[in-house]
């Protein structure tokens, strides 16, 4: 058991195609991700990563085909909160979505469904999530990760990687790291985590 992520985790990535999707993806399936399908709308029956990779034209479609569970969101700001609420509406159990600078308006609405769904959202704005040598979403280097029991919740990107790094040097591992995000309204708080890594019997403490 971990937190919100493991081995077993069926990813979807959209926003695939774009220069970040892409990128992250090459990233997260190395560290040994499992990375089932990317969405970009209109590049539906295109592979990718070197033909090893299916691109569906939506959410919907792609977890029908692939029976996903969680997908990351590389989608620029303006199309992101659509991005989030087909992935509520296609009833994806964890979204993280990593786009930085969404409107708060759209958020409002974002938040609204999130909140009525059965969905678990993690950012926006956020470094992602990684169980150590299991599963990463997201932009945490997975080379300054060291296995161990210590949860990491943070609001920020570069002071999960400190927190991290400092956990390490102290002779300790890390179970999962967790980046909520910064922005003004966000999908889970400090909170809301907290009470996964409570139930998650490989974390034996936590550095907030």
Do not use: W
Not at 46 to 70: G, M
Request: aromatic content about 4%; proline content about 4%; overall charge negative.
């Amino acid at each position: 058991m971990s937190v919100l992520i493991d081995k077993k985790t069926k990813i979807i990535i959209q926003g695939f195609t774009g220069k970040m999707g892409t990128f992250h993806a090459e990233e997260m399936i190395k560290y040994g991700s499992n990375v089932v399908g990317g969405v970009t709308p209109g590049k539906g029956g295109l592979k990718a990563l070197n033909d090893t990779v299916d691109v569906y034209n939506s959410v919907k479609e792609a977890k029908e085909a692939t029976n996903a569970n969680t997908s990351i969101i590389f989608v620029p700001p303006k199309f992101a909160a659509n991005a989030i609420i087909e992935a509520i509406d296609s009833k994806i159990d964890t979204v993280i979505c990593i786009s930085e600078g969404i409107p708060v308006k759209d958020m409002i609405k974002v938040k609204s469904r999130i909140d009525n769904s059965d969905t678990t959202l993690v950012g926006p704005n956020c470094p992602g999530v990684i169980s150590v040598d299991e599963c990463k979403l997201g932009i945490i280097p997975g080379f300054i990760c060291k296995k161990g029991t210590i949860g990491i919740l943070s609001k920020s990107g570069t002071l999960t990687y400190e927190a991290i790094d400092q956990i390490i040097k102290e002779g300790f591992g890390v179970s999962t790291a967790v980046g909520i995000g910064g922005d003004q309204i966000i999908g889970s708080d400090m909170i809301d985590i907290l009470k996964l890594f409570n139930d998650d019997p490989k974390t034996e403490g936590i550095v907030i």
